[in-house]
């Protein structure tokens, strides 16, 4: 009898320890719930939008697959969604559409066309930091792409990016300058990237620290040279780091 019911338990320990191994195993292999990121939801929330003819979605979706802002960068994507913003008259829209074709980005290369848009969206007259279009075009004339080249021109163009607060406008714009030794200016438009500490104010404020490092427009001053470079360095500044190694 004794050897009957320690039998009963054993059998009974077996099955409690296979069931237990079944929910372990079961438990294991349940999926992993999906992590939907910050981005992920912005994406989802902006392409419901721009699909119900939103023209501010479209075009920050636009703008977003064409500068990878948050997302891969897709050209298919960006010409769609700047494309339908366009059409509605979005200038931002038709700048990026520029880009697109000024760049070649998934599409073939095509300066005349860019310049049209640049300069269709800049007819539209709302200047601000975010309207690259009169930047594109001081780069065409500077460079002579689709036109014939003429430093003059981009220094029309860039004067109108820096009123609007392209700070890369404002940086080539001031290469110009220095470039022609009217350091003033240059130094006038430099110090513009002073309060910035992102990855576009760094070519400026490296710019400030050579000036002062050479003695260029100002007086030589390592000292003033090594306080421009780490606010280039804390702008993510490569170049800068290696400036401040060897100052």
């Not at 320890?17 to 999906?34: I, T």
């Not at 860019?114 to 601000?128: I, Q, T, V």
């Not at 014939?148 to 981009?154: I, L, R, S, T």
């Amino acid at each position: 009898m004794k050897k009957y019911k320690k039998s009963i338990l054993l059998v009974m320990g077996l099955m409690i320890f296979a069931s237990c191994g079944k929910k372990e195993r079961s438990f294991k292999s349940a999926p992993k719930p999906k992590i939907v990121s910050a981005i992920d939801e912005k994406v989802k929330k902006l392409t419901e939008a721009a699909q119900k003819g939103d023209v501010a979605a479209q075009t920050e979706l636009g703008e977003m697959y064409l500068f990878g802002k948050g997302v891969p960068k897709d050209p298919k994507k960006a010409l769609m969604w700047s494309t339908k913003a366009m059409k509605k008259g979005n200038e931002i829209a038709t700048t990026n559409v520029g880009i697109i074709y000024f760049e070649g980005f998934g599409v073939k290369t095509n300066y005349k066309k860019a310049s049209e848009l640049f300069n269709k969206a800049m007819d539209k007259g709302n200047m601000n930091a975010e309207m690259k279009a009169p930047r594109y075009l001081g780069i065409m004339a500077q460079k002579g792409l689709g036109t014939k080249k003429n430093v003059e021109d981009a220094i029309f163009y860039y004067e109108i990016g820096d009123s609007a607060g392209d700070i890369v406008a404002q940086y080539n714009l001031a290469k110009i300058y220095e470039s022609q030794n009217n350091y003033e200016r240059a130094i006038e438009l430099y110090k513009k990237a002073e309060e910035r500490k992102d990855a576009d104010a760094a070519p400026m404020l490296v710019a400030l620290g050579d000036l002062y490092k050479e003695g260029k427009g100002v007086a030589k001053d390592t000292k003033e040279a090594k306080k421009w470079y780490e606010k280039a360095a804390e702008a993510g500044s490569k170049e800068a780091k290696l400036k401040l190694e060897k100052l």
